[in-house]
């Protein structure tokens, strides 16, 4: 694939209660220390616009129709794209987003059962063709990743079933084993200190730098 800007895209991926926000807390921290330019964003919520629309979408007493919530976070995604993540990479910087296109296919496509011709056309649309070069997935088990959730708490998403969340988790096998040349995987059931040695000799790896 031809890049048309310098920066490096990298995306996070994972089921519910995988510490990717966390871990992306401490990689930011070290690339700071060597004064290594980067942004980190999410989907959704990456935006002003995009921090509304994940008030709406994640809110639990929100009744959302699937074409509704699928639309939702694809236009969460394009102002995230436009405002952020393409103007980041066009000045050559590293981007890091906290889910991207890949939530779509596995929580709407294999969770919710919506059409993945018509996601794709919409993660294209939205994304104005725009891909990570990278997707780290951060895997683990559906009951472990749900059990680390704060009781009481849990958003709209996280609150949907056992086997919504299964179907999640080998959705993005699937997805890998579409594309495996763009993924790697960590398997986040390991102790916080292991997945973010993982995580750094991935990065590391990929920005040709060294991290320790
Ligand atoms: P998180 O950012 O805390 O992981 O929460 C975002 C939630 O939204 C999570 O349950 C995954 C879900 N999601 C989708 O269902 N579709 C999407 O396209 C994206 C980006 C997230």
Redesign the pocket.
Known sequence: MIKNYPGIFISLEGP?GAG??TQLKLISKQLETLNYKHVIT????GTALGRQV?RI??NPENQIEKIA?LLL?QAD?AQNVAEVIRPALEQGLLVFC???TD??LA??GF?RGMSFELIEQLNAIATDGLKPELTILFDLPSEEGLARLHPGSQ?R??REALEFHQRIRAGYKQLIEKEPERWQVIDASKPLTTVQAEFKKIVADKLAIKLD
């Open positions: 519910e990717k926000s999410r989907d959704p919520g994940r979408v994640l919530e976070y995604r906290d889910r991207y939530s779509t929580y709407q969770g958003d998403l996280e």
